[in-house]
C-alpha cells in the first residue's frame, strides 16, 4: 500500500494515497498508467529501463502460466513475474 | 513477413550516417592501428547474431579473465566499403584499406547501472578501465520494433561521451509491427550514427562496416549535456525525456492497433494451461533428440573406434613388432580408446548446440523462462535452468553446456553444481542391472527410487547453495523483453553450433584422453615385483592396490571391496564402463543385456554380500545411491571445467564425493537394521 506524510495543524500524519489497482488485479486490453511501485531498487530499474516507470502508460495483453502477466510498454512485449505484479500500482488511463 | 532488402538498407543506412567516407578521410584524427570494437546492447535486441555475422567462424570463446563471465572475440574483416561513399564509386586510399577489426561481443544489458556479474563486467570495461584498454568504439544493438526500451542504454552511453554507432536491428518486425523507424532524424538526435542492419540474413554490413570506418577515424562525439546537480530521480527523468524526444523524432512510437503474430503465438505459448504443455512437450522433444537420435550415431562412431580403427592399430603394430607390448596397449587401450570415448560425444554435442541455437533464436527460450520461473523459483533458480536440467537427465555433458542459456554467471554456476545429480542414461545401465540382481520383481521400482532420489538431491542442494554461498543473491523477480518469434536460419544455426562445439572439443578432448590414459597406466603397471609392465592381470595392478587401499573408506557403505571401488574408479572415467569393467575384474563375460547380467550378477552378489556382512540388498541400494550422486563422468568435469572455472568444478567434486559417501553410508546402516 502506498503511503505518503501529510502535516496537518502542526502535525505529520501518515495517510494512504490513493493507490489505484495492483497488477494482479488490473484489467487486460485497458490502458493503465503506473502510479508506484514497491519493488527493490534493482528490479525498479530494470523496469524503469524497459520503460516501465512512474508515469509512464502501458497494457496488460496476457495471462502467463505461474501467475504472470505481459504488458505491451512502448512497444515492447515485457513478461512480468507474479510476485511482482502486487508490487506494481496502477490506474485506467 | 517481408525481409528489407541488401539494398534497401545501405540506403537508409546511408541516409542516416553523418558524413560519406572520403570527406571524413580529410577530417580524421587518424583511427587506431589494431582497433579494439565492443558490440553491447540489451539482451535480444540481436547483438550476438550480428557478432556471428561480422566474424563468421573466426571467433573465440571463453571467460573473461579473472571472471565466469563468458565473453566471446573474433576478428571483423570486411573490403566492401567503398561501396559507402557518396556516389558509391570512390576510389579513395582510405576506402580502399580492408577493414579488419577485433570485436569483442560483451554480455547484454539494459543499462550501466549493473544487475548481475555480467552486466558489471560490461560496465567496467566500458566505463572503469583506464582509457587505453577500453575499446575504441562501441557498437550499440537497438531493435526498432522496441526501441524506448533499447535507448536507455544509449543515453547512459552519450552521458559518457563514448565514441559509437547504433545498429537497428529487426527493422522488418519494425515493419510488420507498423512502426517505421527515420534512421537519418534519429542518428540526429542522438548525436551518433544509425546504421540499419539484419544480421540474421547479412545485410547491412557492409554499411555498418563503412560507418564504424568513419566513426574510428573521428574524435569521440561530446558527451550529451545532463542537468547539473541533478540527483538520480531527475537524472533518470532527462534521460526519459531525451528518449521520448528520440523515439518521437524517429517515428518509433508509431503503432498498428491489434495484436502482433507474435501475440497470437503467444497466447498459447505462454498461457496458464497450455503454455507449461507445449513446454513439456519442446523438452521431451529436446530429450528425444540429445538421446535417441544421437545414439545410434554415437553406436556407429564407437564402432568404428573399437572395431576396424582399434583393429588397424592392432594390426599396425603387430607389423612393427610392436603386438602384444606395453606401446600397443598404450595406443590402442589409451590413445584410441580416449579419442573414440570423446568422438562419441560429438554428435550429441552437436545435436544439443544446434537444439540450443534454434531455441534462442526463435525466441521460444525467453517463453520457456517465462512459462517455468514458478516452479524454478521455489528452488531458487530462474526458470530458464529448466532446460539444461531436463538434458541432464539424457547427458550431463550437453547439459552442463545448456547452462550457458542463463544470463547470470551465479545462476550458471549453481546450475551447473547440479547437473551432476541429474542421473543419466549412461548410469541407468547399471541401475538396471543392480536393480535385477538384487531386487527382482521391484526392480523397476528400485531404479525409479533412483530418479526419485535425483530430484530430491537437486532440489534440497540447491537450496542448501542458495543458503550459503548465494545467501545475500537475491531472487530478482521475473521481468522478461519477449523479443519477437523468428524463424531460425540455417547459416546462425550452425555457425553457432559448430563454435560451440569447437570450445568443447577444444577443453575436453585433452581432459578425456589423458584421464582414460591415466586409467590404462595404472592398469599396466604391476604392483609386485616379477610382474611385465603392460601384461599384467587388473588384480595384480598398481590400479587394484590403490582400489585395495581406498576400499575401506567404502566399508560403512557397505560395499568396501576392492572390486566395487575399483569400478567406480572407473566410472568416474565413464559410466558407460562400469558393466563392462566389472566383466573384467570377476573374469565373467559382459552381459549383453542389463536385465539378464548372468555369472556376472551372481559375482556381484557374492561380493556385495561378503562386504555388506550379510546385507546385500541394503548394501547395493547404498551403491547404487553413491553412483547416483558422485562425479558423473570426466567429460562432465571437462565441460564443468570450461564453464564454471576449475575452482568450481574442484568444489563441485568435493561436494558431490561427500554427499555421494554420506548418503551412502546413511543408506546401509538404517538399510541393514531393515533388510
Known amino acids: ?93 | 513477413m517481408a525481409p528489407i532488402s541488401a539494398e534497401e538498407l545501405t540506403k537508409l543506412a546511408l541516409a542516416s550516417t553523418l558524413k560519406p567516407c572520403c570527406q571524413a578521410a580529410t577530417d580524421s584524427v587518424g583511427a587506431p592501428e589494431d582497433p579494439l570494437v565492443a558490440l553491447v546492447g540489451p539482451p535480444n535486441t540481436g547483438k550476438s547474431t550480428l557478432f556471428n555475422a561480422l566474424t563468421g567462424a573466426k571467433v573465440t570463446m571463453g571467460n573473461w579473465p579473472g571472471t565466469t563471465v563468458e565473453v566471446s572475440r573474433g576478428v571483423w574483416k570486411s573490403s566492401s566499403v567503398s561501396a559507402t561513399c557518396a556516389d558509391g564509386e570512390c576510389d579513395c586510399a582510405h576506402c580502399e584499406q580492408p577493414l579488419e577489426i577485433s570485436v569483442v561481443d560483451l554480455p547484454g544489458t539494459y543499462s550501466l547501472d549493473p544487475n548481475s556479474p555480467d552486466e558489471a563486467l560490461t560496465r567496467e570495461l566500458l566505463l572503469d578501465k583506464p582509457l587505453a584498454e577500453r575499446p575504441d568504439l562501441s557498437v550499440v544493438t537497438c531493435d526498432a520494433s522496441r526501441l524506448t526500451g533499447c535507448l536507455y542504454l544509449v543515453a547512459q552511453l552519450r552521458e559518457q561521451g563514448l565514441p559509437m554507432v547504433v545498429a537497428l536491428t529487426m527493422v522488418d518486425v519494425a515493419r510488420n509491427r507498423g512502426i517505421e523507424v527515420d534512421a537519418t532524424s534519429l542518428a540526429k538526435q542522438i548525436g551518433c550514427p544509425v546504421v540499419l542492419v539484419d544480421p540474421r540474413r547479412r545485410n547491412g554490413l557492409a554499411a555498418l562496416a563503412a560507418t564504424v570506418r568513419t566513426a574510428l577515424g573521428r574524435p569521440a562525439p561530446a558527451a550529451r549535456r545532463v542537468p547539473v546537480d541533478a540527483d538520480d530521480l531527475d537524472l533518470e527523468d532527462d534521460r526519459f525525456s531525451w528518449i521520448s524526444e528520440a523515439v518521437e523524432a524517429a517515428n518509433g512510437a508509431s503503432m498498428r492497433p491489434g495484436p502482433t503474430r507474435s501475440d497470437k503465438v503467444d497466447r498459447w505459448v505462454t498461457a496458464p494451461f497450455f503454455g507449461p504443455v507445449i513446454f513439456l512437450a519442446v523438452m521431451w522433444l529436446v530429450f528425444q533428440l540429445t538421446t535417441a537420435v544421437a545414439a545410434p550415431l554415437q553406436d556407429l562412431l564407437g564402432g568404428l573406434v573399437s572395431g576396424p580403427i582399434t583393429a588397424g592399430a592392432t594390426a599396425g603394430l603387430g607389423l612393427i613388432g610392436l603386438g602384444g607390448s606395453w606401446v600397443e596397449g598404450l595406443i590402442v587401450n589409451g590413445l584410441i580408446a580416449g579419442v573414440g570415448m570423446l568422438l562419441t560425444f560429438v554428435p550429441l554435442m552437436a545435436l544439443m548446440f544446434v537444439l540450443l541455437a534454434v531455441l534462442e533464436d526463435s525466441g521460444y527460450l525467453a517463453r520457456a523462462a517465462v512459462v517455468t520461473d514458478r516452479l524454478m523459483r521455489s528452488i531458487g533458480l530462474p526458470g530458464r535452468a529448466f532446460l539444461p536440467l531436463i538434458v541432464g537427465y539424457g547427458c550431463n555433458v550437453p547439459a552442463i553446456s545448456a547452462t550457458r542459456i542463463l544470463p547470470n554467471a551465479k545462476q550458471r554456476i549453481l546450475t551447473a553444481l547440479l547437473v551432476p545429480f541429474t542421473s543419466c542414461t549412461a548410469r541407468l545401465t547399471v541401475f538396471v542391472m543392480m536393480g535385477s540382481v538384487f531386487f527382482g520383481p521391484y526392480a523397476g521400482t528400485a531404479v525409479f527410487a533412483m530418479y526419485v532420489i535425483s530430484i530430491l538431491i537437486i532440489i534440497v542442494v540447491g537450496l542448501g547453495l542458495r543458503a550459503t554461498f548465494w545467501r545475500d543473491e537475491p531472487i530478482e523477480p521475473l521481468v522478461i523483453d519477449l523479443p519477437a518469434y523468428h524463424l531460425p536460419t540455417l547459416r546462425l544455426t550452425a555457425s553457432v553450433a559448430w563454435v560451440r562445439l569447437k570450445g568443447f572439443l577444444r577443453t575436453a578432448s585433452g581432459i578425456i584422453v589423458v584421464a582414460v590414459c591415466g586409467v590404462w597406466l595404472l592398469q599396466a603397471i604391476p604392483a609386485q615385483p616379477g610382474g611385465s609392465f603392460g601384461a599384467v592381470p587388473v588384480a595384480d595392478s598398481v590400479y587394484a592396490a590403490g582400489a585395495r587401499a581406498v576400499a575401506p573408506v567404502f566399508a560403512p557403505a557397505g560395499f568396501g571391496s576392492w572390486e566395487s571401488t575399483s569400478t567406480l574408479a572407473v566410472g568416474f572415467v565413464a559410466k558407460e564402463a562400469v558393466i563392462s569393467s566389472w566383466a573384467q575384474t570377476y573374469a565373467v563375460e559382459q552381459p549383453a543385456d542389463g536385465a539378464a547380467p548372468g555369472s556376472l550378477g551372481a559375482s556381484v552378489w557374492t561380493s556385495f554380500n561378503q562386504s555388506s556382512g550379510g546385507h546385500p540388498i541394503a548394501a547395493a541400494l547404498a551403491f547404487m545411491v553413491f553412483l547416483m550422486a558422485y562425479t558423473p563422468c570426466v567429460a562432465t568435469l571437462a565441460a564443468q571445467w570450461r564453464e564454471i572455472g576449475p575452482r568450481w568444478t574442484l568444489f563441485g567434486v568435493g561436494m558431490q564425493l561427500t554427499l555421494a559417501w554420506t548418503l551412502a553410508v546413511a543408506i546401509f546402516q538404517i538399510g541393514r537394521l531393515l533388510l
Open chain 1, 1 to 93: 500500500m502506498l503511503t505518503d506524510w501529510i502535516f496537518y495543524k502542526g502535525k505529520a500524519i501518515l495517510t494512504f494515497v490513493n493507490p489505484g489497482i495492483d497488477l494482479a488485479s488490473a484489467p487486460l486490453g485497458t490502458p493503465l498508467t503506473l502510479l508506484g511501485t514497491e519493488v527493490e531498487s534493482g528490479a525498479a530499474q530494470r523496469l524503469a529501463s524497459l520503460g516501465l516507470r512512474v508515469g509512464s502508460s502501458f497494457a496488460l495483453i496476457a495471462k502467463t502460466a505461474g501467475g504472470g502477466r505481459v504488458a505491451l510498454v512502448a512497444g515492447s512485449r515485457v513478461a512480468l513475474g507474479r510476485s511482482l505484479l502486487a508490487q506494481l500500482w496502477a490506474e485506467v488511463a
